[in-house]
């Protein structure tokens, strides 16, 4: 991907491709939505009328405000519900699991939008680094406690759920991080002088890259009958470096979001795309609402028009033998992380899913 073609696309206008066949009688999840995309693509999900909008955040109050905010904007059409969730909080996450197995029938759409974007190293309860722990353990663990639920859906209703990972193609300017995988990568990551802050934001999205897109080869769309894909929303002017002790790097936030930021609302639109691709985006990278696994030519059906995807693409690297080799020793190491959470997490899910363990990591 080169810085103009980077450009280009953020000038797009997306379409709007979720429509309301899409959401109909069904329950949404959206975490990371008081603010934002994630705030912006509620709205867009409570305007066509589901049953039931979730967003889930850590703060009760903003919570709250933006559950209200949500019924203003679209005239109270749909049943909008702030859950408290705190993604760094490994028991905050397994509450919600809990709470959305006991009072929710189904799940047909996940959307793990919720992130850590900070500069400077802290730790969790568990000792994990904040952002490893919220961008890469604590979304993982979120998935595999709702995938059974959202299994169930599909099996139920006759639907087609998806499970969408809001991650970042920054993740591919970190490479070198993936060195860190023959040294156990979380007990790597949780050492401070192993990789730097500056770069941990980037680092943790890397990983999350990585992991979900194996997490979709073990659990595929023909066993769960869910579509699990992951986006890119490009740069948005949503606040992304409030967090940094760093001038320098607030200020050139600032102003390449002064200069070719996106809008909460037009970022949210790739969100949308990715909660109706269809299941040929089933562990794929998604971005400027189109596929982004290979550079060349590329058939956008919504716009018919033939665009080049040389930007934003999955690298060669993270495809060939040994980038599969790494999503499947970067899988384990997850796996081995949330089964220490809680334990039989991942095994469950694969029975419930028609799964079983002698998937892992295959």
Same mark, same amino acid.
């Given at each position: 991907?080169?810085?103009?073609?980077?450009?280009?696309?953020?000038?797009?206008?997306?379409?709007?491709?979720?429509?309301?066949?899409?959401?109909?009688?069904?329950?949404?999840?959206?975490?990371?939505?008081?603010?934002?995309?994630?705030?912006?693509?509620?709205?867009?999900?409570?305007?066509?009328?589901?049953?039931?909008?979730?967003?889930?955040?850590?703060?009760?109050?903003?919570? *709250?405000?933006? #559950?209200?905010?949500?019924? +203003?904007?679209?005239?109270?059409?749909?049943? &909008?519900?702030?859950? !408290?969730?705190? =993604?760094?909080?490994?028991?905050?996450?397994?509450?919600?699991?809990?709470?959305?197995?006991?009072?929710?029938?189904?799940?047909?759409?996940?959307?793990?939008?919720?992130?850590?974007?900070?500069?400077?190293?802290?730790?969790?309860?568990?000792?994990?680094?904040?952002?490893?722990?919220?961008?890469?353990?604590?979304?993982?663990?979120?998935?595999?406690?709702?995938?059974?639920?959202?299994?169930?859906?599909?099996?139920?209703?006759?639907?087609?759920?998806?499970?969408?990972?809001?991650?970042?193609?920054?993740?591919?300017?970190?490479?070198?991080?993936?060195?860190?995988?023959?040294?156990?990568?979380? *007990?790597?990551? #949780?050492?401070?002088?192993? +990789?730097?802050?500056?770069?941990?934001?980037? &680092?943790?999205?890397? !990983?999350?890259? =990585?992991?979900?897109?194996?997490?979709?080869?073990?659990?595929?769309?023909?066993?769960?009958?869910?579509?699990?894909?992951?986006?890119?929303?490009?740069?948005?002017?949503?606040?992304?470096?409030?967090?940094?002790?760093?001038?320098?790097?607030?200020?050139?936030?600032?102003?390449?979001?002064?200069?070719?930021?996106?809008?909460?609302?037009?970022?949210?639109?790739?969100?949308?795309?990715?909660?109706?691709?269809?299941?040929?985006?089933?562990?794929?990278?998604?971005?400027?609402?189109?596929?982004?696994?290979?550079?060349?030519?590329?058939?956008?059906?919504?716009?018919?028009?033939?665009?080049?995807?040389?930007?934003?693409?999955?690298?060669?690297?993270?495809?060939?033998?040994?980038?599969?080799?790494?999503?499947?020793? !970067?899988?384990?190491?997850?796996?081995?992380?949330?089964?220490?959470?809680?334990?039989?997490?991942?095994?469950?899910?694969?029975?419930?899913?028609?799964?079983?363990?002698?998937?892992?990591?295959?």
């Amino acid at each position: 991907m080169d810085f103009l073609s980077f450009i280009r696309a953020q000038w797009e206008n997306l379409p709007i491709l979720l429509k309301q066949e899409h959401v109909s009688g069904g329950i949404f999840i959206i975490t990371g939505s008081n603010h934002g995309i994630g705030r912006e693509a509620a709205r867009h999900v409570a305007q066509l009328g589901p049953a039931r909008v979730i967003i889930a955040v850590r703060s009760r109050e903003k919570g *709250d405000e933006a #559950k209200a905010w949500i019924e +203003s904007t679209t005239g109270g059409k749909t049943i &909008v519900e702030s859950w !408290i969730l705190d =993604i760094t909080d490994f028991a905050s996450i397994r509450a919600f699991a809990a709470r959305c197995d006991a009072e929710l029938d189904r799940i047909d759409g996940l959307v793990q939008n919720a992130a850590e974007a900070v500069d400077r190293f802290e730790t969790n309860a568990q000792g994990h680094e904040i952002s490893i722990a919220g961008n890469v353990i604590g979304t993982a663990l979120l998935a595999v406690l709702l995938l059974s639920k959202v299994a169930a859906t599909a099996r139920k209703f006759g639907v087609t759920p998806h499970m969408v990972i809001v991650t970042s193609q920054m993740g591919f300017t970190t490479p070198q991080a993936t060195e860190l995988v023959d040294r156990g990568l979380f *007990d790597a990551l #949780k050492q401070e002088n192993l +990789s730097p802050m500056s770069d941990r934001y980037a &680092v943790s999205k890397l !990983i999350g890259i =990585i992991l979900f897109r194996e997490m979709a080869k073990v659990f595929p769309a023909s066993a769960t009958g869910t579509v699990i894909n992951l986006i890119s929303p490009g740069l948005c002017n949503t606040g992304l470096a409030r967090n940094s002790h760093s001038l320098t790097w607030r200020t050139q936030v600032w102003l390449l979001n002064l200069l070719i930021g996106r809008t909460p609302e037009m970022g949210s639109r790739t969100i949308l795309h990715a909660m109706m691709a269809e299941k040929e985006s089933h562990g794929a990278f998604l971005s400027d609402c189109q596929i982004k696994e290979y550079a060349g030519l590329h058939f956008n059906p919504y716009t018919e028009i033939i665009l080049t995807t040389g930007r934003h693409w999955v690298p060669d690297w993270a495809k060939h033998e040994g980038g599969e080799a790494l999503q499947k020793g !970067i899988w384990d190491q997850t796996v081995d992380v949330l089964e220490s959470i809680e334990p039989g997490c991942v095994e469950r899910a694969g029975r419930k899913c028609n799964w079983s363990e002698s998937s892992r990591g295959s």
